[in-house]
């Protein structure tokens, strides 16, 4: 028998089994990012106006314990006269979590899909791109076929740079 239908045999009756336990969902969050470890706050005590980040996602829960995620992720523009850096990008990530009534604490781990384009002093333009892995943790708080909110701490490389982001989500399951 041909190996192509066996496959597709195959994915169609795990995929026809999804609902009883499965759930999908979908998300908008803000962020805030450091890079190389530098303070979240200025000398002056101030947040640093050039650290928002944003992120769109979505994932399949595989029952309570076990989920898969994909995201984009912006880090914004960071300008640093003369030096200024945009940086962008996808992700993959596998989530294991632990149910506690209708909230679920978890810890994720992927793989980061990214871009960079750096210009120094307006004359010299670089761009590069790559793949680096990346953790985080988080909480989902309520959202059980609804809206709910999502709060993570999430690590990611991007080559030779470590940036940590905070960030807060607006999360709705399905």
């Known amino acids: 028998m041909n190996k192509k239908i066996i496959g597709l045999t195959t994915l169609t009756l795990l995929c ?3 609902p009883s336990f499965a759930g999908v969902y979908v998300g908008a969050g803000l962020g805030y990012f450091r890079i190389e470890d530098q303070d979240f706050l200025d000398e002056d005590n101030d947040l640093k106006d050039d650290r928002a980040a944003w992120k769109l996602y979505g994932g ?3 029952g309570d314990i076990f989920s898969l995620e994909v995201s984009h992720v912006e ?3 960071i300008k640093d006269e003369p030096l200024q850096l945009e940086a962008d990008g996808e992700t993959i990530a596998a ?3 632990f149910p506690i009534g209708d909230s679920r604490l978890y810890a994720k781990a992927g793989q980061l899909y990214w871009n960079a384009d750096a210009t120094i002093a307006n004359t010299v333009n670089v761009s590069d791109d790559g793949n680096d ?3 985080g943790i988080g909480a989902r708080v309520g959202g059980d076929e609804g809206v709910g909110v999502k709060l993570e ?3 990611y490389e ?3 740079a470590d940036i940590d982001m905070p960030s807060i989500s607006l999360n709705m399951e399905f």
Request: no cysteine; hydrophobic share 45%.
């Open 16 to 18: 026809s089994s999804l």
């Open 158 to 160: 991007l080559g030779n």
């Open 95 to 97: 989530l294991l979590g």
């Open 153 to 155: 701490f999430e690590h």
């Open 75 to 77: 880090f914004g523009d």
């Open 60 to 62: 399949l829960d595989l």
């Open 133 to 135: 892995t990346f953790y």
